[in-house]
């Protein structure tokens, strides 16, 4: 029976007539037989008992290849495991008495407590078993069932205990045992400082200087509803203070507030999920491990952005939704239902600085975004490092708003005499789509050496016509991780610049964004590492935009600004803190003719533009 098995996937095995000898490649094979025969009911059966034998007798520089499957000592056969018993200890600790406790039984699975109570309801718990008593016992269950109790709230350590059953030597029985957290609640506090420069006219710090403060707290609830829920209340609160000002010197002030809330296993109110599996948009097996596998996400905050004399952004936003990991290099987040209110006040300063723009004035206008079977949505991806050296990943996010409301609004303007344009207490529906990519591939060389490239693209387009990109969700260049010889939003959109500005509010951003990176890190000293870098990129606007060499043209490469610099990192296993001396080295725009800076005008920036960060800018 178990040879049939073995010929039954002949075809995936991974030794190929006319390959070269890998040992390598043969010790795969075993893991791959192994596996394979581990979820057929064969729990016993080990790498051990298979040997890879080569026969050079036939000449022709041929090997021919033979595996042996050996039997257990005294028997005539591998034997088929089936599960037993399986038990939960919902508050296990060591050298805990079991022998007086609180049971229940669900499906065939008794559960234990201690206590009076069961911490975690073994509803919730039976969703995180895979095991079924009287099946074959199988690998892939207790992986299964052993990667959803780790990843519980609530518990601290989860153990999974196997063994051979007194009265039946054919099953296997199960016990599971749970330590839960000594303290339900938890709390963090965090305290940020920093100081920048902004220079008013070319590289000469004469500008704002700036101290910014930033205080945060989170609360952590572990169980909140006693089904493994985690629980999270934050707030922070950050602001600038300009230094050079003594009337009024508080620049900026956030406040953000948020609630989270977890719950461990898929919920699907609305069956949307189970919609597309029905309509085959989603495969039985995609699905079936999304109802195992998936986590719901529910969150509610609110946002308040006050930039003095310039504008303040007011934001409420509640969102429902799933986070999803099939494999240990794969994730996917979805926001099925989300809501967004934004409400904008423009200052008469900030109108005085962009000229009155219409294009910007028309970003700003009050709106929300809504969706209501689709929202977001967060896909990543980690190629492991092969045996070459090389590694790579795969950011992808798509996000929509107001498709519903453009749809049915549409619908119902075909039997109306009129063509209102819905719309909530005064708040347009924003209506647009969004997509972002994000590659990135990493050579690693010997002695703590790698390079390291990105590209990064991104769009966004308005569903109708007469509507605009907001402003919150356009795409900018500059900063810590984008363009580090440039503040964020001081570049574009193209060509773009406005000399009157002289940077004392960046707020350039655009409809399309291409990005590059290259960097290449090397190690000092101790934990200290340097890098090399170059950064290229820009936005653009697709329409809407009043200077004709600030939207997106055939045009775009001789509008890419570009950036070289080095930097030096603080490596502390867990995160690493990071400075990096951008050089401005290619402007989009020309001065006097000329785009690429001069070795004079490289000079001329010193140190450059300092980015201060924690850890790798991508």
């Known amino acids: 029976m178990l040879l049939n098995h073995i010929q039954s996937i002949a075809r995936e095995s991974l030794i190929k007539a006319g390959d070269g000898l890998d040992a390598d490649k043969f010790e795969l094979e075993k893991g791959r037989l192994v596996n394979y025969l581990q979820n057929l009911g064969y729990a016993e059966f080990a790498a051990n008992y298979i040997t890879i034998k080569g026969d050079s007798t036939l000449g022709s520089f041929g090997v021919e290849i033979i595996i042996d499957v050996l039997l257990p000592d005294q028997k005539n056969e591998h034997p088929v495991y089936h599960t037993g018993k399986v038990t939960v200890y919902t508050d296990h600790y060591h050298k805990q008495d079991t022998s007086d406790m609180l049971t229940e039984t669900l499906n065939h699975i008794s559960y234990k407590s201690e206590q009076s109570y069961f911490m975690v309801d073994p509803k919730v718990l039976s969703k995180s078993i895979s095991f079924i008593p009287g099946e074959v016992t199988r690998r892939v269950d207790r992986l299964n069932t052993y990667n959803k109790m780790a990843s519980l709230g609530a518990y601290r350590f989860a153990e999974i205990i196997p063994r051979k059953n007194s009265l039946d030597s054919k099953l296997i029985d199960y016990d599971i045992q749970l330590t839960p957290h000594l303290n339900k609640w938890t709390m963090d506090n965090g305290f940020d400082v920093f100081n920048s420069t902004l220079a008013r006219s070319g590289n000469e710090i004469d500008g704002q200087k700036l101290l910014g403060l930033g205080f945060s707290t989170q609360l952590e609830n572990r169980?909140?509803?006693?089904?493994?829920?985690?629980?999270?209340?934050?707030?922070?609160?950050?602001?600038?203070?300009?230094?050079?000002?003594?009337?009024?010197?508080?620049?900026?002030?956030?406040?953000?507030?948020?609630?989270?809330?977890?719950?461990?296993?898929?919920?699907?109110?609305?069956?949307?999920?189970?919609?597309?599996?029905?309509?085959?948009?989603?495969?039985?097996?995609?699905?079936?491990?999304?109802?195992?596998?998936?986590?719901?996400n529910l969150s509610m905050g609110v946002n308040i952005i006050n930039f003095r004399d310039f504008y303040s952004i007011n934001t409420v936003n509640a969102s429902f939704g799933y986070r999803f990991t099939d494999k240990i290099s794969r994730s996917i987040i979805i926001d099925q239902i989300g809501i967004t209110f934004n409400n904008y006040s423009l200052k008469p300063l900030f109108l005085d600085i962009t000229n009155n723009n219409p294009f910007i004035v028309r970003n700003f206008e009050d709106n929300f975004f809504t969706g209501l079977f689709f929202r977001n949505l967060n896909y990543t991806f980690n190629f492991p490092r092969s045996s070459r050296g090389f590694a790579g990943a795969l950011y992808a996010n798509v996000e929509f708003s107001g498709l519903e409301a453009y749809v049915l609004n549409g619908i119902y303007n075909q039997f109306s005499d009129t063509d209102p344009e819905w719309s909530v207490g005064g708040y347009q529906f924003s209506k647009f789509g969004r997509l972002e990519l994000d590659g990135r591939v990493t050579r690693f060389f010997k002695g703590n050496r790698s390079l390291v490239g990105r590209i990064n693209f991104g769009i966004i387009s308005p569903l109708v016509k007469d509507q605009y990109s907001p402003y919150v969700k356009q795409f900018n260049v500059g900063g810590p991780n984008s363009l580090r010889a440039w503040a964020p939003r001081v570049l574009g959109p193209g060509e773009f610049f406005n000399p009157t500005n002289n940077n004392v509010l960046p707020y350039a951003q655009g409809d399309i964004k291409i990005e590059a990176n290259v960097e290449y890190r090397f190690k000092i000293w101790w934990i200290l590492q340097g890098a090399l870098f170059v950064d290229a990129g820009n936005i653009w606007a697709l329409s809407g935009f009043e200077v004709e060499k600030g939207k997106f043209s055939a045009d775009f490469l001789q509008q890419m600004a570009v950036a070289a610099g080095w930097g030096m990192r603080w490596d502390f296993n867990y995160f690493n803190i990071r400075f990096d001396f951008g050089y401005r080295m290619r402007d989009p725009y020309p001065t006097n003719g000329e785009r690429w800076y001069s070795l004079n005008r490289i000079r001329s920036q010193k140190l450059g533009n300092i980015q201060v960060a924690v850890n790798y800018p991508f």
């Open 223 to 296: 169980n909140l509803l006693r089904g493994s829920e985690k629980y999270q209340v934050s707030a922070s609160v950050n602001t600038q203070i300009d230094l050079a000002q003594s009337l009024n010197p508080f620049r900026a002030f956030n406040v953000n507030f948020n609630n989270y809330l977890q719950f461990p296993t898929f919920k699907d109110p609305l069956k949307v999920v189970k919609a597309l599996n029905v309509i085959y948009l989603a495969s039985d097996k995609m699905y079936n491990n999304f109802e195992r596998d998936a986590v719901t």
